[in-house]
C-alpha cells in the first residue's frame, strides 16, 4: 500500500502544480498564441528547441501545428530543431554542443518567425544561445521554464513571453510543459478556426 500512496502522491503534485500554473500564466498562454498566429498569419514560421524531454515536446508541438491538434486544418509552419541528426551531430561535433540549435535559427529563422524555446531550468546553454540568434534574426521568443526562470528568465526582452512555471521539480515542470503546449495548440486553432 506504501507504494500506491506513493504513486497517488504524484498525481496530487501534478495536479497541484498545473493549478498553480493555471492561475499565473493563463493570461500570458494566450498572449503567446496570439503572438503565434500573427507570426502564421504574416506568413511566418514557428521553430521549437529543448533538450531531452523537452526537445520531445518541441517535436510533439511542431507535430501538432504541422499535422493537427484536435481539429482539422491546413497545416502549419513549424519546425523542431532537435529532429535533424545529421545537422545536430555535424554543428557538435564541428562547433560544440551549445551551438546546435543557434546555428539552425541562423540558417532558417527569419523577422518576423518565432522561437518556442523549453529548458525546464532555464539555464540550457544551447537554449540560451538560441535565444540570442532569434533575437539576432529579429525574431519574436516565447520561453517555457520553471523554478526562478534561470538565465532565460533575464534575457528575454520586448514583446519575448515568459512561462515560468512555478515548481523546483522537473518533473511537475515538464507535465506543466505539455499542458501549456496543448493549450498553445488549442488556442491556435480557436484563433484560426473559430470555436466549435
Sequence with gaps: ??????????????????????????????????KMMQSLIMDGKLLACGNGGSAADSQHFASEMVGRFERE?????????????SSLTAIG???DFDLVFSKQVHA?????????AISPSGNAANVIAAIHAAHDRQMGVVALTGRDGGQIGELLAGDD??????????????EVHITIIHALCD???????GGE
Excluded at 108 to 116: I, K, Q, V, W
Design 187 to 193: 488556442a491556435v486553432d480557436y484563433l484560426l478556426l
Design 93 to 95: 561535433n564541428d562547433y
Design 161 to 174: 513571453i515568459h512561462l515560468c512555471v512555478p515548481s523546483n521539480r522537473t518533473a511537475r515542470i515538464q
Design 1 to 34: 500500500m506504501e507504494l500506491t500512496e506513493r504513486v497517488r502522491q504524484h498525481f496530487f503534485d501534478s495536479i497541484a502544480a498545473k493549478e498553480a500554473a493555471m492561475e499565473l500564466l493563463s493570461p500570458a498562454i494566450a498572449a503567446a498564441a496570439e
Design 108 to 116: 532558417l529563422g527569419r523577422a518576423g518567425d518565432l522561437l518556442l
Design 73 to 85: 486544418r491546413p497545416g502549419l509552419a513549424a519546425l523542431a530543431l532537435s529532429t535533424d541528426c
